[in-house]
C-alpha cells in the first residue's frame, strides 16, 4: 500500500469518524438561513403578514442555525478524537540522565 492509499484511506476514515453530524449540521444551517432570508423578504414585502408571528419564525431560523452550528461541533470533537486514537505514535527516546 502506497503512502497516497494510506491519505486516501486516511481521509475517508476521518470524514466518516464525523458523520452524519457534519452532514446534517451543514444542512440545518442552510435551511435555517434559506428560511431566514424568506421571513425577512417577506417582512419587507409585506410587512402584515408576519405581524404576528414574524418574531417567532425569525427566533425559530436561529434556533435551528444554531443547532446546526452545534452538530458541527460535535462532528470536530468526534473527527478530534478519533484522530487521537488512530495517529500512529513514534516511540518516545529514553529519556539522558
Known amino acids: 500500500m502506497t503512502e497516497a492509499d494510506q491519505l486516501k484511506a486516511f481521509r475517508e476514515q476521518w470524514r466518516a469518524a464525523g458523520q452524519p453530524y457534519a452532514l ?14 424568506v421571513v425577512q423578504i417577506l417582512g419587507m414585502v409585506q410587512p402584515t403578514l408576519l405581524m404576528r408571528f414574524g418574531v417567532l419564525l425569525m427566533l425559530a431560523c436561529l434556533v435551528g442555525i444554531a443547532i446546526g452550528w452545534a452538530m458541527l461541533v460535535v462532528a470536530f470533537f468526534r473527527r478530534r478524537r478519533w484522530v487521537k486514537e488512530n495517529t500512529p505514535r513514534e516511540p518516545q527516546p529514553p529519556e539522558a540522565l
Open 24 to 37: 446534517w449540521g451543514g444542512r440545518i444551517i442552510g435551511i435555517g438561513l434559506a428560511f431566514l432570508v
